[in-house]
């Protein structure tokens, strides 16, 4: 397994703007979780796709967020309007069909909302 | 809906000496608990977990942690610590029929010589 992985690792941009992360996750995992992570605190789910259906989103992710997993594979998150708040470590995780408990996590996206 | 304490936010022990990390959580259907380490810049690893049977579980790098049902505690130990072991430490729950994990804040161990 070559693990998950993210682009980009950093991400500065004007409030404002919008911006686009992307996720590949392990080959052959069927699911895939977005979280955000603040500093000092732990990740806080955003939400989760089971091959391409989105499964479960979080209040958190409010409309100014969207994320797709079209054919199954890889992930985006696209942030809308950013707001200074909206800094923070985005993780991306995937699990496998057979130990879906078992999330592996990516190195993640640092967003800063100047 | 399921939480995580843990209560120490900042962990400070020397080289080769015990340390335990603590974790308490609280659901109302049983769950699966986890241990993730974050080392600074990188993703979460997991380093062990708990899903069913013996209360006491292993994981990588030489930790262990142990299940307490009635003090719903899964905390972390190590017997002896190295300079390496230095990272951000996350206690986790999920529950059976959700997906998410739900994380503590965090507990920031910091070894020294």
């Known amino acids: 397994d070559t693990g998950v992985s993210q682009n980009p690792r950093h991400k500065i941009t004007k409030r404002g703007q919008n911006v686009t992360f992307r996720c590949d996750p392990i080959s052959e995992h069927n699911r895939l979780y977005w979280y955000r992570q603040t500093l000092g605190q732990g990740p806080e789910f955003l939400t989760y796709f089971q091959n391409e259906a989105q499964l479960e989103k979080s209040r958190l992710l409010s409309d100014r967020f969207s994320a797709e997993r079209p054919k199954g594979s890889f992930s985006t998150l696209e942030i809308q309007r950013t707001e200074q708040g909206d800094s923070a470590m985005y993780l991306c995780a995937s699990s496998p069909r057979t130990r879906n408990y078992e999330q592996y996590f990516g190195p993640g996206t640092r967003l800063t909302v100047t | 809906a399921q939480s995580v304490t843990q209560l120490d936010s900042q962990v400070p022990v020397f080289e080769e000496a015990p340390v335990e990390l603590r974790c308490n959580y609280s659901?109302?259907?049983?769950?699966?608990l986890f241990w993730y380490v974050q080392y600074p810049n990188q993703g979460l690893q997991l380093l062990l977990k708990?899903?069913?049977?013996?209360?006491l579980v292993k994981g990588i790098n030489g930790f262990e942690a142990e299940f307490n049902k009635s003090q719903t505690s899964f905390h972390l130990r190590k017997p002896s610590v190295h300079i390496s072991d230095t990272a951000e430490y996350f206690c986790a729950v999920q529950t059976g029929t959700a997906s998410k994990l739900t994380f503590g804040t965090g507990t920031r161990l910091q070894v020294t010589l």
């Open positions: 659901s109302s259907v049983s769950v699966y």
């Open positions: 708990y899903l069913s049977g013996s209360t």
